[in-house]
C-alpha cells in the first residue's frame, strides 16, 4: 500500500501494461517528449522508447483514426486527446468507426483501443477546456465509457478497460491529477461495469461518478453530524452502469440524489433518474433529484466557476428536499 497521487496512478497503469504486453503502445499530442500536457505520462518514453510511446500532429481525427486501424490491426492502442472538448473533432472514428467495427464484421474482429481524456472544471480553463462531455459516449452502442474517482480506481480501472475487447472512453477530471490516496497494486482488478458503495448509509442513496463522488462524499460528512447518513455510490463507469447495485441501495434508503459535474440536462443522471423510476418505482418515497451544473457554457473566471460547479452545499440541499 503506497500513496500516490491520480496522475502518477495512471502513469503506473500505464508503465506497467506497457512493460507486460507488447501489443500496448501510447500516443498522442506531448505525449511522450513533453509527458503529457498535465505529466500522466512523463517517464514512459525513456522507459519503454519512441517505437511504444509516440508523439503525433495536433489532429484529434488522425490519432482516433490512427488508433482504430492499429487496434484492428493486432495492437492495443491508449490514445490522449488533450483535453475532452476536442473530441468534437474525433467523433467518427470513435462514434462511427470504432463503436461499429464488431457489429459491421459480424463479431469477427473488435476494436481494443482507450481514449484517455481529462474532463471538467476547478482549473479556470474556460468553456471550451472544462466541457463533461460523457453522456455522449455513453449514448452511443459499442462504446464504454469509465470514470474513476480515487487514484487506486484509475489505476485499476486503466488496466482493466486496457485489456477490454472493445473500444474504452477512460475520463479523468484534470482538477484531481494532484489528488492523493491510498494504493495497493496487489488488489483485487475492478469490473467495468461494477459500482461501490464509498459510503453505506440508510437515509438517502447519493450516486454519482468521477470528481463529483469526493464532493458527495463531503456532503455525507456533513449530513452525518445531523444524525443523516447518506449512501454514496460510485458508479465507476457509466457505459455499462451498475443498476442493480444502485437499486439495491434504493431499496434500503427509499431515496435517491444522483450527482455530477456535467450539465444536468439531458445527462447520466437523467438516465439513472429514468431507468429507477421505471424498476425501482415502489422503493421511492419521494422524488429523485439530480444535482449538476446549469445550462450554459462553464465560466473562466474563477468567482463564476465556483458557483457553476456543483458543490456539497447543493448536495445538502437535494438531501434535505428528499427528506423533508
Known sequence: MAEVRFAKAINMALDETLTKDPSVVVFGEDVAHAGGPFGVTRGLLDTHGELRVRDTPISEATIVSAAVG??????????????????????????????????????????????????GGGVNAGPQHSQCLEAWFAHI???????????????????????????????????????????????????????????AGDDVTIVSYGAAVNTALAAAATLAERDIEAEVVDLRSIQPWDEETVLQSLSRTHRLVILHEAVTNFGVGAEIAARMADIGF??????????????????????????????????IAAVEKVLA
Open 70 to 119: 492499429a487496434a484492428m490491426s493486432g495492437l492495443k492502442p491508449v490514445v490522449e486527446i488533450m483535453f475532452m472538448d476536442f473530441v468534437a473533432i474525433a467523433m467518427d472514428g470513435l462514434v462511427n468507426q470504432a463503436a461499429k467495427a464488431r457489429f459491421m464484421f459480424g463479431g469477427q474482429c473488435s476494436v481494443p483501443m482507450v481514449l484517455r481524456t481529462p474532463h
Open 141 to 199: 452502442p459499442g462504446l464504454k465509457v469509465v470514470v474513476p474517482s480515487n487514484p487506486s480506481d484509475a489505476y485499476q480501472l486503466l488496466k482493466a478497460a486496457i485489456l477490454d475487447p472493445d473500444p474504452v472512453i477512460f475520463i479523468e477530471n484534470k482538477a484531481m491529477y494532484s489528488m492523493k490516496g491510498d494504493l495497493d497494486e496487489a488488489a483485487p482488478a475492478i469490473e467495468i461495469g461494477k459500482a461501490h458503495i464509498a459510503r
Open 282 to 315: 415502489d422503493e421511492l418515497d419521494a422524488p429523485i433529484i439530480r444535482v449538476g451544473a446549469p445550462f450554459m457554457p462553464v465560466p473562466f473566471a474563477k468567482s463564476l466557476e465556483s458557483r457553476y460547479l456543483p458543490d456539497a452545499d447543493d448536495v
